[in-house]
């Protein structure tokens, strides 16, 4: 059962050049260790929070002419069946959906999009290809693969996007990672930001520089149409 752990009534950043609600799913199939929900992820720790589904679509029913779209994260946000109705819902009001996945549920990700249930998709690309298996402790790679492919297929607006962290990840790192979106139309550079963590050994030393970040930002422009910092 649909298992809402959070609910941002305004954002005007997450769904771009929208007004969006944020709804925050409970549960995730991977455990990164820079994770800054580990409430939402841990499906063996109960949120703070549960909100009933009715309540929020009553609410986003409530907001039709002051928001644009939703946004529906996590956790990941595909594991759960009921999703789908959930999702359906949000559209009869009228709203734009979009998704913030990581990819590891490829087939309900390619039904979601057949289903014409998606307007927008953000698909977090963890690591370079060689260290999906290091750092997830999941054969997630080929799962990760198909996700790219269905995504740069599809005719849906979307981004990928990576969070960079010293000690996971190097500069280098994000020319592996152009090599998997290569000819990708939209790719985010993200900052590690130290704070509560999954791994609360993480700090401020785990960020990357300005100037990295650059290089970063650089070094994947020739594999995408368009690279920005976030």
Known sequence: MLKIAGL????????????????????????????????LVIQDIAPEEVYDPEKVLKFLKSRKDKLDAVVITGGEPLLYDDLEPFIRSIKGLGY?????????????LKKMIK?????????????????????????????????????????????????????????????????????????????????????PTLSEQNSFTERELKTLKKNIKPYVLNAEIR
């Open 115 to 199: 289903l014409q249930m998606i307007d927008y998709i953000s698909m977090d690309i963890k690591y370079p290809e060689g260290d999906y298996l290091t750092f997830t402790g999941k054969h997630a790679l080929e799962n990760v693969k198909q996700s790219i492919d269905i995504i740069m297929n599809s005719d849906i607006e979307y981004e990928f996007r990576t969070t960079y962290v010293k000690g996971l990840h190097t500069v280098e790192s994000s020319i592996a990672i152009g090599g998997m979106i290569n000819g990708a139309k939209q790719y985010y550079v993200q900052n590690f930001r130290a704070g509560k963590t999954i791994n």
């Open 8 to 39: 941002e009534k305004l954002s005007l950043i997450d769904y771009p050049g929208k007004l969006s609600a944020i709804v925050f799913t409970h549960g995730c199939n991977l455990r990164c260790e820079y994770c800054h929900n580990p409430e």
């Open 96 to 108: 734009l959906v979009k998704l913030d996945t990581n990819g590891l549920l490829p087939n309900k």
